[in-house]
């Protein structure tokens, strides 16, 4: 039986997540709920699209909470995740990676055959060909974004001219219907000052602008133009030339979106609703332990957790290997045992270590989802 | 479908690894072979045991090559990685991480029920107590073996004397065995220098020597004494105090120990087994590429991967978030869809990433292995 499985008879039980295996990848339900809540209230009341970010949780319950929400569709970063994601009953995904071996477009033609409303990008008239060609005698057009690079080098076309070549490319092919653009900018998204990180976009999306006035200026005017993340979101939505918004962090709210002032005013717009339950498993040193929770359970890319209860806040956080950490705090006595939460470094890598989510109300484990898409890399 | 049992049909077929979707965990079989031989006529020539770690590779299918070559046993950083391989058929098992909390001594107690050969540590009187709580009534002992701290302050006891009492208590208890002495010198195991890490070793063996010298004074000579690691198996093997060598890194050969010199020799005893396929998805930019594997297809812990492969060797990578990483090689001309191998950064929490090797022949690919005990953390 899986550690997982041996969970499943504590679910409703008083006070059953201090008797969880850890670590474990805890979920606050209620916490949750706001934050789908929230961001829906704010796109509806600016009046602009949600296409939330399914990389983030890789989860079919979460997509399905925020579509009922309101959500017009989700984004999977890759096929691997849609294709699990549409296993589960999830359908209106935009692949927001381009598709391009020749095995990878070939899923993409089956998972278009099964499902109505996938949606992918492209960056490369070589893909758009091939795109074409596999598409080829199915029963409705595959809708294709064009990928706008805003500067990162990532994806994306590099001009607006090479964005209108694509655009006329994908609008006079047979198959494929011609969607709109992305222009996801993932280096401003984590700028600390809210000030700061709005200037940085007003500039991007001057160049955005540029783009689709020669497009519009060609009879190509973008039905979509999808992007923005949780940093953005607000900024976004005012200046109004994004109409959707990918956003995906908002649902969690890691270490790396509380250090950013998401809206420039006082109260954080959401709250931390993931969490890592962990133990002390080795308290043999003054003011110190080892927990059991290490690089295979906590995302090292995205700086340290910070402990959210079961130690002092302001105790410091030590990557001791795969398996292990160490929280300092000087004049605290840890015994074996304690039980530790921590707040998550970078939230989809996290999650990506984990096949479920313990999700919770309070101390009480309330239900058990399985982080459908885990590894779907591919 | 799975994208892995999508690749099962491609097993035994010419030059199939061409055709996996990726990022792939790619296993190189006869270098594997070679690895596992190698190590194995090594210990057979120094007259030491081997208890490989199977959290460096948490497959069944590795573990039983191992203990085909001669191992004695092999070892799990924790239970749950223990449960998954028991389920295999794979016994034997030192678990190397103390087992503490109330519910992970139930299922460590459920286990030695389950198999013959399972073996903890533990480094706290009140583990020992509980662990000889929880097995009253088993059919055999529980054997128990003391962790040393070398110094690092992760898991094992602070002192000789500590050592000495915790022996005591386990030797004393009706239901454990007191079978020995773990000493693993993590903090040791990367010194690029063959020199300096023997220095390190010969100083950390001068303690757990007089640690021993304690024991056997107290008629508590320890019957196993367990520790050294990849990066320091000739020197334990030299200095013959630790008995049984748990090396991990061995089997695959990652970039960080690539980068120590593991021998002393010009030749290194152990080749790169473990490499990571994936393609570029983007080439917008000039010598530049962008492919598809990020933080969730490498770790990012150990620095990282370099291209074996596909790219000119001297490219450097630079990850490009989740799901991305960039190479940029000035004069070459990167093309969509071009095929790069790259070698692990640190093989074990890359690895845990996977659901499977794709074991591979040259160009073919001949088996796909679970990784029997991906996620198994708890």
Tied chains: 1, 2.
Excluded at 144 to 158: E, L
Excluded at 269 to 278: G, M, R, S
Aim: glycine fraction near 8%; proline fraction near 5%.
């Amino acid at each position: 039986m899986s550690d997982i499985d041996l969970h499943r008879p504590l679910i409703g039980q008083q006070g059953s997540r201090t008797a969880l295996n850890t670590p474990a990848l805890v979920l606050d339900r209620d916490a949750l709920g706001r934050n789908i809540a929230a961001m829906a209230a704010f796109a509806k009341a600016n009046a602009i699209a949600l296409r939330p970010h399914a990389k983030t949780h890789k989860s079919a319950e979460i997509a399905k909470l925020q579509l009922a929400a309101g959500a017009r569709g989700i984004c999977c970063a890759k096929l691997g995740e849609a294709e699990a994601l549409a296993g589960e009953g999830v359908g209106a995904m935009l692949i927001t990676s381009p598709v391009v071996t020749p095995q990878a477009i070939a899923r993409l033609a089956a998972l278009h055959k099964q499902i109505a409303g996938l949606m992918v990008v492209a960056d490369h008239p070589d893909n758009v060909a091939a795109l074409a060609a596999a598409t080829k005698g199915a029963a409705r057009k595959l809708p294709v974004v064009v990928d706008i690079d805003p500067g990162i080098r990532r994806t994306g076309v590099a001009s607006p001219q090479a964005a209108l070549a694509l655009a006329r490319q994908i609008a006079a092919s047979e198959m494929l219907h011609y969607a709109g653009l992305q222009f996801y900018c993932g280096a401003q998204q984590h700028i600390a000052s809210f000030a700061e990180r709005r200037a940085a976009i007003e500039d991007r999306t001057l160049y955005l602008s540029s783009v689709i006035d020669l497009l519009r200026s060609e009879g190509l005017a973008p039905e979509i133009v999808t992007g923005g993340g949780t940093g953005t979101h607000r900024i976004d939505a005012a200046l109004g030339v994004i109409n959707e918004l990918q956003v995906g962090s908002y649902v969690f709210m890691d270490k790396q979106y509380l250090d950013c002032d998401l809206s420039g005013e006082a109260i954080p717009p959401f709250e931390t609703a993931l969490f890592i339950d962990a133990h002390v498993i080795s308290a043999n040193a003054p003011s110190m332990a080892t927990i059991d929770s290490g690089f295979k359970a906590l995302s090292t890319d995205g700086g340290n957790p910070a402990v959210a209860a079961g130690a002092p806040a302001e105790a410091a956080f030590f990557f001791m290997g795969d398996e292990h950490g160490a929280l300092i705090a000087p004049g605290h006595e840890f015994k074996l045992g304690d039980r530790v939460t921590l707040t998550a470094p970078h939230c989809d890598p996290t999650v990506n270590l984990y096949d479920a989510y313990h999700v919770v109300r309070g101390d009480t484990l309330i239900d058990i989802w399985p982080v459908t898409a885990r590894g779907r890399s591919r």
